[in-house]
């Protein structure tokens, strides 16, 4: 009865709590529809609101509302989501083009709503100041996004860092703070879109003229399927009005998930001019390469084949260590660190406490391999006891010698997956990385440590820290961040080649991974065009250079940092040898248990 009674008042609670939560919500949704309403001028309006983003950001989500308010009242606001629903229809890509009208459409309504509402500029410099510390590193790695970045900045600060294409568009955007036409606003958005994203839309697909001449009766024929969620009873075409409709007004970056496997899955066509330019924009937005142009081109022609044809490398200190100069990239760098280097404080205690237990378990390995062992001999000190069998047995080792193992025999690399698909756990993966690095430093086992991540067809290995620097380098693994694509079989092809040039004879390369290889290509002119790397062929091929890895003796442990859908494809990739970190608690004694064996059974 006493259970029952707990039960009961458990029950209760949590009924009072939800009913809280919906009375908040409601409150929520009344003050941001009020709020749109009244910007408006129209309290017919059918809105669309986005009341989660609240509890992030109350001005996220009140200056969506004087958007939404805003452009309904200045604007014809069906006549443009019919535009981007017909662009859409045409084949452009959903992302990139809403991403353009949202700061399209700031443009043309944020001077007129502040002349009625002074506050609003207030509200819109808050909005974006919480942008900028939630999404700033997802915004920063697309091109795109770079330029979002630099309206919210002189929002925020009164000035931006931009390249003069940035400004440019920038330009393009200003010139609609007091159009009064809606279709002054298409005209930008149709522009920018073809010469940002696709520069072969008008070639492929028609001009601005054959978009708008797309009619309803073909808008209704088309199949949206592609842009609808499962769950979706509405009628196509009023749905996919409404969704991008909403879109346009949102201040906060959002990608579903059908964007993203859309994004991974695109191939890139590039021509002979922005072939040229791809190196210095590596260069620009990686750093500087340490090789000499010499030693890079001996390192592709040996590494890229096969499945890697066309593809290169790209080695290099990181864009903090040598920067071409300050830019976008340069800044998300700098955030990056100073992210990682928060959650290290955070997590200092536990942090210590895996170095030291990890450590220790390597120390305790090395001490045992160092000690003195007696074994029989054909030489070294006579034992008498065995004299008898001289002339009597076959046995010669009538000697007593003594031989001491090698506790200094041994390098490790740790190479650690640095795609975009790392960023939403980058600080727990630059950790994980550090903890091993302190911990091969604190016994004297030489290591070097990358992170790796692919951009066009350069697949970017950044050096934190190399096999004979001293502890003090380990911090330099702070500087991880998580962008662009992964090549994983290429670079693990590459850590491997360099464990090779090492002395010592045994030889452990660790793999930080979240078993997801996956790469866009780029189809330059001339080339032979490899296959689409990612799903069943990328792991693969990362399966099969493993094995080629193992199968010259050097050992590789992969190390799962990712979602647990992926774990069967890691599982693939490293066979038995691989640790599943769930909790960074366990993080040294199931890397440890791993390091211990290779010590203790390499004779």
Excluded at 561 to 587: H, K, P, S, T
Aim: charged share 30%; net charge negative.
């Amino acid at each position: 009865m006493e259970q029952k009674g707990l039960e009961q008042q458990e029950l209760e609670q949590k009924e009072l709590e939800q009913e809280a939560f919906e009375d908040y919500s409601y409150e929520i949704e009344n003050r941001i529809r009020n709020l749109c309403w009244t910007v408006s001028g129209d309290y017919s309006l059918n809105l669309k609101l986005d009341t989660a983003s609240f509890s992030k950001s109350p001005y996220i989500s009140l200056y969506d509302a004087v958007k939404q308010g805003a452009f309904s009242r200045y604007f014809d606001r069906d006549a443009f989501g019919l535009y981007l629903v017909k662009k859409l229809y045409m084949g452009a890509d959903e992302q990139p083009l809403t991403n353009l009208a949202q700061m399209a459409v700031d443009s043309a309504v944020y001077r007129k709503a502040a002349r009625e509402r002074p506050g609003v500029l207030e509200i819109r410099k808050k909005a974006f100041s919480d942008v900028l510390e939630y999404d700033f590193s997802r915004l920063a790695s697309m091109y795109i996004g770079q330029i979002r970045i630099a309206v919210m900045q002189e929002a925020v600060r009164g000035e931006a860092l931009v390249q003069s294409r940035m400004q440019k568009a920038l330009d393009q955007l200003k010139s609609l703070e007091e159009t009064e036409d809606v279709m002054d606003i298409i005209r930008v958005v149709d522009g920018l879109y073809n010469w940002l994203v696709d520069p072969y839309f008008e070639r492929n697909h028609g001009s601005l003229e054959k978009v708008l001449s797309v009619t309803v009766e073909e808008l209704k024929e088309f199949s949206w399927k592609d842009y609808l969620e499962e769950e979706a009873m509405e009628d196509d075409l009023v749905q996919i009005m409404n969704r991008v409709e909403q879109a346009v007004t949102q201040t906060a970056e959002v990608e579903t998930e059908q964007e993203k496997k859309e994004r991974r899955m695109k191939r890139i066509v590039v021509d002979e001019e922005a072939a040229a330019k791809m190196y210095s924009y590596i260069e620009l937005n990686y750093g500087r390469s340490y090789l000499t142009p010499g030693e890079q081109d001996r390192l592709n022609r040996s590494l890229c084949r096969g499945a890697h044809a066309d593809c290169r490398l790209y080695f290099t200190d990181g864009i903090l260590s040598s920067m071409v100069k300050r830019n976008y990239q340069s800044e998300y760098a700098r955030r990056a660190r100073s992210d990682n280097l928060r959650v290290y404080g955070h997590n200092l205690r536990v942090s210590r406490r895996n170095i030291e237990q990890l450590a220790d378990t390597l120390r305790r390995s090395l001490t045992l391999r160092s000690e003195r062992e007696t074994v029989r001999s054909e030489y070294g000190t006579i034992e008498p006891s065995r004299l008898w069998k001289l002339g009597r047995s076959r046995d010669k080792k009538l000697f007593d010698r003594e031989i001491k193992k090698d506790s200094s025999e041994f390098v490790v690399h740790v190479l650690i997956d640095a795609s975009g698909s790392q960023r939403s756990r980058q600080s727990l993966v630059a950790l994980q990385g550090f903890i091993i690095s302190e911990a091969l430093s604190i016994v004297g086992i030489p290591h070097r440590v990358m992170g790796f991540c692919t951009f066009w067809d350069y697949t970017v290995m950044q050096r934190y820290r190399d096999y004979d620097e001293p502890r003090e380098a380990n911090k330099k693994i702070f500087e991880f961040h998580a962008s662009s694509n992964n090549r994983d079989g290429l670079a693990i092809r590459a850590a491997a080649a360099s464990l090779r040039e090492r002395p010592e004879e045994n030889k452990v390369l660790i793999v930080l991974s979240d078993g997801r290889p996956n790469d866009i290509i780029v189809n330059r002119p001339n080339s032979r065009n490899p296959a689409p790397y990612f799903g069943d062929y990328a792991v693969r091929d990362t399966a099969t250079e493993v094995r080629k890895v193992r199968a010259e003796g050097i050992s590789v442990l992969g190390v799962f940092a990712g979602e647990e859908q992926d774990l069967m494809a890691e599982r693939r990739i490293f066979g038995r040898d691989f640790a599943y970190i769930r909790n960074i608690m366990n993080f040294s004694s199931v890397v440890g248990l791993y390091l211990r064996r290779q010590l203790d059974d390499t004779p």
